[in-house]
């Protein structure tokens, strides 16, 4: 207990609030224990130093309980799962459209019900917006509250809250040009979501899955109960998300009018700008073990902060240069995680380069752990359902791999030629984040790849080169497309070399294992 008083304290808060963000209502009770502790160490002089500690953890695990307990729906009577069924909604765009097999898939926010419908299923697209008081509406997300308004017939505008999943018919082209921040009037009653049974026979509560995402419901919607409304004033976070994608979506056309084709145009638009992939791409990249390079993570962003810090290196080192140099890259590197939808890997990376930056501004340097670990304290703050996001667990295991693993592997050879060295250098870093994140890949997906090793020798350095050439054609490509039309040839080989690597390795005999490994055994 004396390490909570040394520089491991922030690491066992972080373990005392992650285990209240899982104990959830039974952290409540670590809140009454920290009491008792805090009057044991203000009774007892001799049990002062063990009480007082142990009264800092438990109040820690109190304050992770109680941010569980905060998001929890069941407390929020403005949740749409504690209200009555509803057959008119106002919803705002979360996402953009995801192409499914036979619909079309959108995530919405639920801001708004309209109560006393007499005859909500005669009522069409005209009159609902005739008697809706459009007034209320804009302001709804940023007053935070909708004023209860009469309308005509007796209809009465509620607010009400949640996520939502909504299905659109295929054949709906309109629904490719929704915006982040768009409104939408939709008719029809939520059902809840139902776990499916695979293809490999194995049942998946996919229900269970969705409400860790804070989602409880979905809805299929046929044409003629939709329809787009006057999108009101957004706040600032929806201006910031739709200028994003709506730049990333310019970036998308144009790749899409450009030399690149097939494979090679899905490849590139994963690396650069995190749009998904197909999935036979995405599996010979899966079975090769070098699917975290499609993945936009933190190598991504630092492969970009260096591009934008190289710009401005002609400023010195005088205190005011350096915070002058921390603010001009800081806004490009939270632009480019916007751009790339702040996906948990994404957002651990770009707040771990926040405080690295403010440590370096400030005359010290930050260690790597130090660094880790309040980027995650913070996240989980601003969103406790991170938790359970596979890609913010790996990313943050890959960089304790690193963090903790790679020193020790370094000292094992010191080799002094280049080629060598930079060939170890890439292996211990491909082992030591493998070794912290294969327990959890085994128990999820049962499977692992057996030449990963070999794999990354040849999709880093290819990765490398073609990320720094994705990033240029796409800032160039928003000024000068002529000029981006030609700079997507070498991007087009260096992908297309990335492409044939992936598939010849995947095709090597006994490439995934397969294995299997309990919740116990991780």
Same mark, same amino acid.
């Given at each position: ?51 007082? @500690? +142990? ?16 998001? @929890? ?62 007034? $209320?509406?804009?302001? /709804? ?14 209809? #009465? ?7 939502? %999943?909504?299905? &659109? ?33 194995? &049942? ?5 899955? !969705? ?43 144009? !790749? ?13 638009? $994963?690396?650069?700008?995190?749009? %998904? ?31 934008? =810090? ?41 707040? !771990? ?6 440590? %370096? ?12 670990? #309040? ?33 020790? +592997? ?8 280049? #080629?060598?060295? +930079? ?7 491909? /082992?030591?984040?493998?070794? !912290?994140?294969?327990?959890?890949? =085994? ?70 294992? @397969?294995?299997?490994?309990?919740? +116990?055994? #991780?």
């Amino acid at each position: 207990m004396s390490a909570l008083r040394g520089e491991n304290s922030l690491y066992l808060f972080l373990s005392a609030y992650v285990s209240g963000l899982l104990l959830g209502k039974a952290g409540l009770f670590f809140l009454i224990a920290a009491l008792l502790f805090w009057l044991l160490a203000r009774l007892s002089r001799p049990a002062r130093f063990w009480a007082r @500690n +142990l009264a800092l953890w438990s109040l820690a695990i109190a304050v992770g309980g109680l941010r569980m307990e905060v998001q @929890n729906p069941c407390r929020d009577p403005k949740h749409y799962l504690n209200q009555p069924p509803s057959e008119l909604w106002l919803v705002a765009c979360r996402s953009q459209s995801e192409d499914r097999p036979k619909t079309q898939r959108v995530q919405a926010e639920v801001l708004a019900v309209l109560r006393h419908v007499p005859a909500a299923d005669s009522l069409t697209e005209k009159e609902f917006r005739a008697n809706v008081p459009l007034g $209320s509406i804009g302001s /709804v997300r940023e007053t935070g509250r909708v004023e209860e308004r009469k309308a005509k017939d007796g209809l #009465v505008w509620q607010e009400c809250r949640g996520l939502v %999943q909504l299905y &659109f018919p295929k054949a709906d082209t309109s629904l490719k040009r929704l915006q982040y921040g768009d409104r939408l009037w939709l008719r029809g009653r939520l059902d809840p979501i139902e776990g499916f049974t695979g293809s490999d026979g194995e &049942f998946f509560d996919y229900g269970a899955f !969705m409400a860790k995402k804070r989602i409880y419901g979905r809805m299929f919607l046929r044409e003629g109960n939709y329809g787009t409304m006057p999108a009101g004033c957004l706040g600032l976070s929806d201006r910031l998300y739709r200028m994003a994608f709506s730049l990333r979506d310019k970036v998308a056309a144009f !790749m899409n009018r450009s030399p690149l084709q097939g494979s090679e145009l899905s490849v590139a638009q $994963s690396l650069v700008l995190g749009l %998904q992939g197909s999935d036979p791409v995405e599996e010979a990249y899966r079975d090769a073990g070098i699917v975290h390079v499609l993945a936009v993570s933190g190598m991504h962003l630092s492969i970009f902060a260096y591009i934008v =810090l190289g710009l401005f290196r002609f400023l010195g080192h005088k205190t005011w240069q350096r915070w002058l140099r921390f603010l001009l890259v800081l806004g490009p590197v939270w632009g480019y995680s916007l751009l790339t939808g702040l996906c948990p890997s994404v957002a651990r990376a770009a707040c !771990m380069f926040t405080f690295v930056g403010l440590g %370096q501004c400030l005359g010290k340097r930050v260690p790597l752990m130090r660094s880790l670990a #309040v980027s995650a304290l913070v996240l989980l703050w601003a969103n406790p359902d991170m938790m359970y996001d596979l890609g913010f667990l790996l990313s943050y295991l890959a960089v304790a791999g690193l963090a903790l693993v790679n020193p020790w +592997l370094m000292k094992i050879w010191r080799p002094k030629r280049r #080629v060598p060295k +930079l060939f170890w250098e890439m292996s211990v870093t491909s /082992v030591s984040a493998q070794i !912290m994140t294969f327990p959890v890949i =085994l128990s999820i997906f049962g499977t692992f790849p057996t030449y990963f090793l070999f794999a990354n020798w040849i999709a880093v350095p290819l990765g490398n080169a073609a990320l720094p050439i994705g990033i240029v054609v796409s800032l160039v490509s928003l000024f000068w497309e002529g000029l981006a039309f030609y700079l997507t040839y070498p991007l087009d080989w260096t992908v297309a070399l990335m492409n044939a690597s992936a598939a010849w390795i995947a095709r090597w005999p006994m490439a995934v294992g @397969n294995f299997s490994m309990s919740l +116990l055994s #991780v």
